[in-house]
């Protein structure tokens, strides 16, 4: 797979997560993907009604405004790729109640593909960055 199909795949995952679409977030992704949020207390989890459990659970925590690409590296069957995120924490996020929040983190990919589809994604999140916005003092935002 070359490094223009692999992108193809990976921006329409994002463009289908950021807006809420979590059927579409996993509908280029194979019958036995495996989608592991490190850190995740479900740990990984296989196949697209699973991995779909997870952006459920996100797009309703979680409004995603931003998220750019800031470094990237391609294999013949594999991608990593460097984001920084810019969100809004209408829920909860790590465990930590946002009350809507907005913060910015860096966030690693490391993309599988199998037969012109995603077949293991592995999300790595600045934690610490995330929680300290969320925990710092001050007003959070009200929801609005």
């Given at each position: ?55 459920d659970y996100l797009t309703a925590n979680v409004r ?37 929040r907005e913060i910015s983190f860096r966030m690693l ?22 929680v300290a916005q969320l925990t710092a003092p001050g ?6």
């Amino acid at each position: 797979m070359d490094r223009r199909e692999m992108d193809g795949l990976i921006e329409q995952h994002i463009a289908a997560e950021m807006a809420g679409d979590t059927a579409g977030a996993v509908a280029m992704y194979t019958e036995d993907v495996v989608h592991d949020v490190i850190g995740s207390p479900t740990g990984p989890v296989q196949g697209p009604a699973a991995a779909q459990g997870f952006y459920d659970y996100l797009t309703a925590n979680v409004r995603n405004d931003d998220m750019r690409v800031t470094h990237s590296w391609y294999g013949e069957d594999f991608c990593v790729i460097e984001h920084q995120c810019d969100a809004a924490i209408t829920g909860e996020f790590l465990g930590v109640p946002g009350h809507g929040r907005e913060i910015s983190f860096r966030m690693l990919h490391v993309w599988e593909f199998r037969d012109d589809r995603i077949s293991r994604e592995n999300v790595w999140l600045d934690g610490g960055s995330i929680v300290a916005q969320l925990t710092a003092p001050g007003p959070a935002p009200v929801p609005g």
